[in-house]
């Protein structure tokens, strides 16, 4: 029953696949960007958070999280390697707080074992509100292994994936994830029908959700909720195989389904949805006839002004055209902007998704949290937060290695 986290972010092993080959200069903790356009109050303005850098922390992050309150949990790996037998290599995991209203991350107790540098590091914490969080220990002796706080890290309680039941709705805090119905230990991509859980907050549980979308055999949520509340599942549409969204507005009580006007008769890999303050835009992942193969291939993207009930597609990737990857989800503001950080750079437009420009170089993941867009370097240890699409503040964490 491993379950597929959709909000979090998995780094590679101590023996240093997916772990930063250098660290370049980043900015330290500032807000940046334009300001958003002046017919928009003052009081519509949602106020930039406050993190703090902590380039200090050891080892590098590779799991970050934030609840509602400005509170987070990172999870750290230092590793030292042998190059010469590399199973003598072993990595030491730390959990970093940042309490509400702190000007700094502590270090606090850590219920994560040390590991071999051949097996590498697979744990992701998932927070679920201010003091908060479960960490999937996701090892080979352990993979149902969890460890839940209620105290910000000073204490863990162990626990393991397996559902305890079924809840009605999604509560505030929770996350949604997938998990196999089946026996103990099966795989989500290998399993028939995959259903709908809710990992609690109030005791890092995992449940069934009692009512599900009608969608295919493969549903695939977004892991936490959109700032208006609502919560979305992309999948297939049973009849016609298409590329379909669900969304629910009453905490997973009850769902709507649209069809998606996908350029391929194929269904996509995925949908990440982003809703900004004036439109929703959905990403459909997946490969285009005659365009370079990629590792985030993204196929089109669309739009809708009416809460997902009808889109328009209003971009397809080509040969020629870029964004042609996504990674992570779109970034949509106010007037029809969207940003787009794909595998070569980032790509930018003002027309709500219809036209691009070339933005800058680098390679960004941005996820949808609870304080905004969180957006971390595929190189380097620097993040951003953005309540909006448009202003961000920058923060480093653990830059030694």
């Known amino acids: 029953m491993v379950m597929a986290l959709s909000a979090s972010l998995l780094a590679g092993g101590c023996t240093g696949e997916g772990a930063p080959a250098s660290r370049p200069p980043a900015p330290s903790a500032s807000a940046s960007s334009s300001a958003p356009p002046r017919s928009e109050s003052p009081s519509s303005v949602p106020p930039l958070p406050r993190v703090p850098s902590a380039p200090e922390l050891p080892g590098w992050a590779h799991s970050v999280g934030f609840a509602a309150d400005g509170s987070g949990f990172v999870l750290l790996a230092q590793c030292v390697e042998d190059e010469v037998t590399p199973a003598n290599g072993f990595c030491r995991q730390h959990v970093a707080v940042l309490d509400r209203g702190a000007a700094r991350w502590v270090l606090r107790t850590s219920p994560l074992p040390e590991v071999h540098g051949t097996v590498?590091?697979?744990?992701?914490?998932?927070?679920?509100?201010?003091?908060?969080?479960?960490?999937?220990?996701?090892?080979?002796?352990?993979?149902?292994?969890?460890?839940?706080?209620?105290?910000?890290?000073?204490?863990?309680?162990?626990?393991?994936?397996?559902?305890?039941?079924?809840?009605?709705?999604?509560?505030?805090?929770?996350?949604?994830?997938?998990?196999?119905?089946?026996?103990?230990?099966?795989?989500?991509?290998e399993c028939a029908r995959p259903r709908l859980v809710v990992?609690?907050?109030?005791?890092?549980?995992?449940?069934?959700?009692?009512?599900?979308?009608?969608?295919?055999?493969?549903?695939?949520?977004?892991?936490?909720?959109?700032?208006?509340?609502?919560?979305?599942?992309?999948?297939?549409?049973?009849?016609?195989?298409?590329?379909?969204?669900?969304?629910?507005?009453?905490?997973?009580?009850?769902?709507?389904?649209?069809?998606?006007?996908?350029?391929?008769?194929?269904?996509?890999?995925?949908?990440?949805?982003?809703?900004?303050?004036?439109?929703?835009?959905?990403?459909?992942?997946?490969?285009?006839?005659?365009?370079?193969?990629?590792k985030n291939p993204l196929r089109a993207l669309h739009r809708s002004v009416d809460g997902g009930r009808t889109w328009t597609r209003v971009w397809v990737s080509g040969p020629q055209r870029e964004p042609r990857t996504l990674m992570g989800v779109p970034v949509a503001g106010p007037g029809g902007r969207l940003v787009v950080h794909g595998e070569r750079g980032t790509y930018a437009g003002a027309d709500g998704g219809r036209t691009f420009r070339d933005a800058g170089p680098g390679m960004y993941h941005v996820t949808r949290g609870r304080l905004g867009y969180l957006r971390s370097a595929a190189i380097g240890c620097a993040y951003g937060i953005s309540p909006d699409g448009v202003r961000w503040v920058t923060f480093r964490l653990a830059c030694q290695d």
């Open 199 to 294: 990992i609690s907050p109030q005791d890092g549980k995992v449940r069934f959700l009692a009512r599900e979308p009608r969608l295919g055999a493969h549903p695939a949520p977004a892991g936490e909720a959109e700032p208006d509340g609502s919560w979305w599942v992309s999948g297939t549409d049973p009849r016609s195989g298409g590329t379909a969204l669900a969304v629910s507005r009453d905490a997973g009580r009850t769902w709507t389904v649209s069809r998606l006007p996908s350029p391929g008769a194929d269904p996509a890999w995925g949908v990440a949805v982003s809703v900004g303050p004036d439109a929703v835009y959905a990403a459909e992942r997946g490969e285009v006839p005659g365009v370079e193969p990629a």
């Open 120 to 189: 590498g590091v697979s744990a992701m914490i998932t927070v679920l509100g201010p003091g908060r969080a479960l960490i999937q220990e996701a090892s080979e002796r352990h993979p149902l292994r969890t460890w839940f706080t209620t105290d910000a890290g000073r204490s863990w309680r162990m626990g393991d994936l397996r559902a305890a039941g079924t809840a009605d709705a999604i509560p505030e805090g929770a996350v949604l994830s997938t998990q196999c119905p089946g026996p103990a230990g099966a795989v989500v991509q």
